[in-house]
């Protein structure tokens, strides 16, 4: 994941940020309801975003 953020366009990083963004809220959401199996996705999806944050920001 870290090499495929640095040779994406600023564009389809903004995509995939809000669609990161959009799936952690609905991790969170199912965490509360006891939906979620997986408790690693949402350490793996904030880091996600992190990572296109800070690939954002050099890209200015």
């Known amino acids: ?3 495929e953020i ?3 366009s ?3 990083l903004e995509k ?3 669609k990161n963004i959009i799936a952690l809220m609905d991790v ?3 965490v509360a309801g006891s ?4 408790v690693k996705e949402q ?6 975003i992190a990572r296109m ?3 954002l920001n050099a890209m200015i």
């Open 28 to 30: 969170r959401f199912g």
């Open 35 to 38: 939906k979620s199996k997986n």
């Open 53 to 55: 944050k800070t690939a």
């Open 6 to 8: 640095s040779k994406k």
């Open 16 to 18: 995939d940020l809000n």
């Open 43 to 48: 350490k793996t999806l904030k880091k996600d």
């Open 10 to 12: 600023k564009a389809e």
């Open 1 to 3: 994941m870290k090499k």
